[in-house]
């Protein structure tokens, strides 16, 4: 299932200025970049008068055609990250943008891999926080 239309990030202007100035977050398999939401950049729905609907985080996924030629896996890719995120969303402090990019070979590893390196770089970001506070690092002293 697809992200809601509130958190679904939109525009060349705003995909631009995330691959300018988004902070970086690099795994194996996946590139996260975050920035701070500019809401005057979105393209607007519908009328010039309608402004975006407001929300805390909005999200896009690219995945290019050298990670797999066929569209048909790279939209599974693109509905299994979705349906992950709102799942899991994201809790910032702030209105904030983000941009998971998946890189050429990450086919070759598990989809639990790929979500669980998501997570990860959310974590690594401040935005997503382990439930009950602990962290595998904890887990694995005791």
């Not at 958190?7 to 631009?16: A, E, I, N, Q």
């Not at 995330?18 to 950049?41: I, M, T």
């Not at 599974?76 to 998971?100: G, V």
Request: hydrophobic fraction near 35%; charge should be positive; proline fraction near 10%.
């Amino acid at each position: 299932m697809a992200l809601p239309q509130q958190h679904r990030l939109k525009g060349r202007r705003v995909f631009d200025r995330l691959y300018r100035q988004g902070r970086r977050f690099q795994g194996p398999g996946l590139l996260l970049r975050v920035l701070a939401a500019e809401p005057s950049l979105l393209p607007h729905a519908g009328t010039p008068s309608t402004p975006p609907i407001a929300s805390p985080w909005r999200c896009g996924i690219v995945i290019s055609s050298k990670v797999s030629k066929l569209a048909v896996r790279r939209n599974r890719l693109r509905r299994l990250f979705h349906d992950h995120l709102r799942r899991h969303p994201p809790a910032p402090s702030q209105p904030l943008w983000l941009l998971i990019t998946l890189k050429p070979g990450c086919l070759e590893r598990s989809e639990d891999q790929l979500l669980g390196e998501c997570a990860q770089l959310l974590r690594q970001a401040g935005l997503l926080h382990d439930p009950g506070g602990q962290g595998g690092e904890q887990t694995r002293d005791q």
